[in-house]
């Protein structure tokens, strides 16, 4: 039992045994809930307070996503506190910017320059899943989960556009 519990203080896992231990939360979510795993409709949910206090007559916010407190709110929650937990179990736990030598040497050391392009990648992230009608984990995972063909078309549209960005970026440096 000790054994085990160490495993979780470890600050990485094996790709292999996160990934079933993801598959096994998934299916538990999807048997007791019955809802699929996806972040993107927490954020939505949340935006829609804002958005229909711009626009009262939204149709998105009104119909499709409407504002609430939901299960994919709650998801988002539980993301962020277990990470935390896992972070503390860890002993890794702090704030800090990460001054990626990579980063530094093609973007510069501005860490104000660093957060707007990371919260801008994010919006636009956020944006496209909206439109997409669904999240890297909503698709991917949930998807895959139930054997959708969109899910492994996208996985492998995923990691190839990725790797595409990243040469295209960062070029032969690394």
Do not use: H
Request: charged share 10%; glycine share 14%.
């Amino acid at each position: 039992m000790n054994t085990f519990l160490n495993y979780f203080r470890k600050s990485e896992w094996s790709p292999y045994l996160a990934g079933v231990a993801l598959g096994l939360v998934s299916l538990i979510s999807l048997a007791v809930t019955g809802k699929l795993l996806g972040a993107s409709g927490g954020w939505e949910n949340l935006a829609g307070y804002f958005g229909l206090l711009i626009d009262p007559n939204n149709m998105y916010f009104k119909f499709v996503m409407p504002p609430g407190i939901g299960f994919n709110v709650w998801l988002l929650v539980g993301v962020f506190f277990g990470g935390m937990a896992g972070a503390l179990l860890a002993g890794e736990w702090k704030i800090r910017w990460i001054p990626e030598k990579q980063w530094v040497e093609v973007f510069g050391p501005s860490r104000v320059k660093r957060a707007a392009i990371v919260f801008a990648g994010a919006a636009l992230l956020e944006i496209a899943a909206g439109i997409a009608g669904g999240c890297t984990s909503g698709l991917a995972i949930s998807g895959g989960l139930v054997a959708a063909p969109a899910a492994f078309l996208f996985i492998g549209s995923m990691f190839a556009s990725g790797i595409l960005t990243a040469w295209l970026i960062y070029g032969k440096r690394y």
